[in-house]
Each structure stands twice: as C-alpha cells, then as structure tokens.
C-alpha cells in the first residue's frame, strides 16, 4: 500500500532520502497507534478504527521492508567500505539491528491486540495496558533509532557510497515492493 504523508516524495533513484521518507511514515502511523491507544477504552469510534487498521496494515506490510532495506542492502555496504569516517558508525549497525529484532515481538503484540479490538470493538483493561505499554515502547525506540540513521547513519552512507552502490541499493529496494519493476525514477514507498 503506498502511502505519500508530506510533500516531497523521494524515489529509487535516491535510496538514502527514500529511507528518510520512510522514517516519515513510520513516525506519522506510530503517532496513530499512540492517539488510538489513548481512547481504546473510550466508546468505540469509526474514525481511530480506521486509523488503527491503516497503521497496523503499514507495520504489518510496509515496515518490515524498510527493515530489509537497512539490514539487506545499506548495512552490509557501509561495513565492507574502509572509510576511516565509518569506524564509529560500524559500531552503531548491530544495535540498529537489534531494535528491530527487540522490535518485532512489540509489533506482534499491536497488531493482535489491534486486531482484536477491531474484532470485538473492545479490549479488557489489561490488554488495552498491554497494548499502550508495548506501543510506549515502540515510541520511544524508534524516536531514537531514526533520529541516529537519519543524522549519522544515511548522510555517511549518502557522502560515502559509490553511485554503483547507490544504483544496487535501489534496485534491491525497488524489486522488494515491485518484484520485476525498474528502479529508475519510479516513486517508492515504505
């Protein structure tokens, strides 16, 4: 499902800034999940329904490519270069990569809860703490996980990378969402 949320949408071409453009949009639906699990044990309501479902489908489809964009193609390239600059960001990559495996048992637990209350349009007051307890946590994980791959990680690998590097990047991205679709110039979406 492509999402646009601002403006400026980059594409393949640009593999550094599309992955900023999905921090984006993993910022705006984690925002949803946190407005949702403040009035889950209000009335049910059509409208945090529907925004429920949205961010669970993106968490659920979306995310875990952007996932194998960090850790497929970005990550395995910043490790292999020998740049003296990459040294302190080398250090940073495993931990990157253990929020998101710490990640995906919280993200689990959303979606079934999330799931759940979209079934029976209702939680218990344990589960709605479950869930606004795993959502904190995703919270206040990924304000800082984006914040360092969006102001150390990505603009090394952008000054850094060749444009070979780059082209690969982008095609491995493009062909996770578009199996068989050229990279070149076309709008990507996480």
């Known amino acids: 499902m492509p999402v646009q ?5 980059h594409d393949f071409s ?3 800034a599309l992955l900023q453009d999905c921090h984006g949009r993993i910022l705006f639906f984690l925002g949803a999940l946190e407005a949702v699990a403040k009035v889950l044990d209000c009335a049910y309501d059509e409208a945090a329904a529907r925004s429920l479902s949205t ?3 993106y968490f659920r489809e979306a995310a875990p490519k952007h996932n194998a964009d960090e ?3 970005l990550f395995p390239r910043l490790r ?3 740049h003296p600059q990459l040294d302190s960001i080398r250090a940073h990559l495993q931990a990157l990569e253990s929020e998101h495996q710490w990640a995906a048992p919280l993200h689990a637990e959303v979606d079934r809860l999330g799931r759940q209350y979209l079934a029976k349009k209702q939680l218990s007051a344990a589960e709605i703490e479950k869930f606004r307890a795993a959502v904190a946590q995703l919270a206040g994980m990924y304000r800082d996980h984006i914040r360092l791959e969006d102001e150390l990680i990505f603009p090394a690998a952008a000054r850094l990378l060749s444009a070979a590097e780059c082209a690969a990047i982008a095609r491995e991205m493009a062909a996770r ?3 068989a679709t050229p990279a070149r110039g076309e709008s990507g979406h996480s």
């Open 5 to 9: 949320i601002g403006a400026k949408v």
């Open 14 to 16: 640009n593999p550094t």
């Open 55 to 57: 961010a669970l489908q």
């Open 71 to 73: 850790e497929e193609s």
């Open 80 to 82: 292999r270069l020998g």
């Open 177 to 179: 969402r578009h199996p």
